[in-house]
């Protein structure tokens, strides 16, 4: 059960950088897209994640200004590579994927229900020549009944660690990898 976090610990949730879900409501749609570009911009619920318009959620940041920042687990690990190599444009990621969009209190985007934590932001900038969008934290939640809570985190090639453990996915990511990666 998601329980609210006080918003001076927020920042918390990203500080170590995992790899995170991103979820939208545009035009009666709800997406979600894969993000490993976090950042924490300070010790407060201020966050920056780079995208660009190459994601179907992109314009959906944009007219909205509003999404949730939703950090699965490492058990989700096959989900998050799945949502990462699949566009919304075409597909219900939520169906697709067996994932619950819970209702947000702040923002219309979606909370996923089978994450350990969902963020509520409302998108304060766009840096569009970097890619990077600023968020501010409105609200937080935990599940902290999670039976395995460890957070992904992306290498860049593929590869992700949790708590030290290296997953390949490289086979089933390659069409998102660089070339000679």
């Known amino acids: 059960m998601m329980k609210p976090l006080a918003t001076a610990k927020i920042f918390t949730l990203l500080e170590p950088g995992p790899v995170v879900l991103v979820t939208t409501r545009h035009a009666g749609q709800n997406n979600i897209m894969t993000i490993s570009w976090t950042m924490v911009m300070d010790f407060t619920p201020r966050f920056a994640i780079c995208t660009g318009a190459w994601n179907h ?27 990462g190599t699949c566009s919304g444009a075409d597909t219900d990621k939520f169906a697709r994927f067996g994932l619950t969009p819970a209702k947000a209190r702040h923002v219309q985007a979606p909370l996923i229900a089978q994450c350990l934590a969902n963020i509520e932001c409302r998108v304060t900038e766009i840096i569009a020549p970097h890619g990077i969008v600023v968020l501010d934290g409105l609200a937080a939640y935990v599940d902290r009944s999670k039976p395995d809570p460890r957070m992904l985190h992306a290498i860049g090639d593929g590869t992700f660690v949790a708590d030290g453990e290296r997953f390949d996915r490289r086979k089933a990511m390659r069409s998102k990898l660089p070339e000679g990666v």
């Open 57 to 83: 959620s992109f314009t959906a940041l944009e007219k909205t200004r509003e999404c949730v920042i939703a950090i699965p687990s490492a058990d989700m690990l096959d989900t998050v590579v799945g949502i």
